[in-house]
């Protein structure tokens, strides 16, 4: 069994890693793009790749010592199915903050000219899309992520526990796919907040955390009153 401090040692560092990795692909990307006037960069399937690959392996890296939350959406999943105490969420999440925002001001220390990169790298609105319509799409995405994550992780009865990184990863990965040109598919209100609060960049900010949030707490309750309890049961 680890100790608090250690769980929230794996949270700050893997919270830290997924925010740098998807965050700093942007910044690379808008790079690429700049200096090589639009013939080179990574595209939004680069993009979608690294964050979904440092989720996936941040979860089977650090999984087996804190739960690998990385992201307070699914830790309010396991509180709201009384997985986690409201003390342990609350520190959880501290972690989790100050992860995400290390690594975005971490990635302003950059010997190139990445302000603006990193205010790129806060997820935003595309035109025409409503507040309403990025708390949906976040959500939407979110509430598979979370459930993707009870389905693979917290079901002991699961037969892909051992793979259970690669289909959370797979889970960012398509959700950035889909919602990357539509409100920056943060699906983590970690990854929103760190390059806000390293930019100070805080436009339509309620978005990446009411959506995210819902979705956490649906996919929580519903598998959890689904599933779980059923086996409980039976």
Same mark, same amino acid.
């Given at each position: 069994?680890?100790?608090?401090?250690?769980?929230?040692v794996a949270e700050f560092a893997g919270t830290f890693a997924i925010v740098f990795f998807a965050v700093g692909s942007i910044c690379?990307?808008?790079?690429?793009?700049?200096?090589?006037?639009?013939?080179?960069?990574?595209?939004?399937?680069?993009?979608?790749?690294?964050? @979904?690959?440092?989720?996936?392996?941040? *979860?089977?890296?650090?999984?087996?010592?804190?739960?690998?939350?990385?992201?307070?959406?699914? /830790?309010?999943?396991?509180? =709201?199915?009384?997985?986690?105490?409201?003390?342990?969420? $609350?520190?959880?999440?501290? !972690?989790?903050?100050?992860?995400?925002?290390?690594?975005?001001?971490?990635?302003?220390?950059?010997? $190139?000219? =990445?302000?603006?990169? *990193?205010?790129?790298? /806060?997820?935003?609105? !595309?035109?025409?899309?409503?507040?309403?319509? @990025?708390?949906?799409?976040?959500?939407?995405?979110t509430f598979f992520l979370v459930l993707v994550v009870f389905a693979t992780f917290v079901d002991e009865g699961s037969p892909f526990?051992? $793979?259970?990184?690669?289909?959370?990863?797979?889970?960012?990965?398509?959700? /950035?796919?889909?919602?990357?040109?539509?409100?920056?598919? !943060?699906?983590?209100?970690?990854?929103?907040?760190?390059?806000?609060?390293?930019?100070?960049?805080? $436009?339509?900010? @309620? =978005?990446?955390?009411?959506?995210?949030?819902?979705?956490?707490?649906?996919?929580?309750?519903?598998?959890?009153?689904?599933?779980?309890?059923?086996?409980?049961?039976?």
């Amino acid at each position: 069994m680890y100790s608090k401090p250690q769980k929230l040692v794996a949270e700050f560092a893997g919270t830290f890693a997924i925010v740098f990795f998807a965050v700093g692909s942007i910044c690379a990307d808008q790079f690429l793009r700049t200096s090589t006037n639009g013939q080179a960069g990574l595209g939004l399937l680069g993009t979608a790749l690294a964050y @979904g690959l440092a989720t996936g392996i941040m *979860v089977t890296a650090l999984g087996h010592i804190s739960g690998g939350h990385f992201n307070p959406a699914i /830790t309010i999943g396991y509180w =709201v199915t009384r997985k986690i105490s409201t003390f342990d969420t $609350v520190t959880y999440w501290i !972690a989790q903050l100050a992860g995400g925002f290390l690594a975005a001001y971490l990635l302003r220390q950059l010997p $190139v000219d =990445v302000w603006g990169l *990193v205010q790129l790298g /806060t997820p935003a609105l !595309a035109t025409g899309i409503t507040r309403a319509n @990025g708390i949906i799409f976040e959500g939407v995405m979110t509430f598979f992520l979370v459930l993707v994550v009870f389905a693979t992780f917290v079901d002991e009865g699961s037969p892909f526990n051992r $793979v259970s990184g690669f289909a959370i990863g797979l889970s960012v990965t398509i959700g /950035t796919l889909f919602g990357g040109p539509f409100t920056g598919a !943060a699906i983590n209100p970690a990854r929103a907040f760190g390059p806000a609060l390293a930019s100070n960049h805080w $436009v339509n900010h @309620g =978005v990446y955390w009411l959506g995210p949030l819902a979705g956490g707490v649906a996919a929580g309750w519903l598998y959890d009153a689904l599933f779980l309890g059923k086996k409980s049961e039976s």
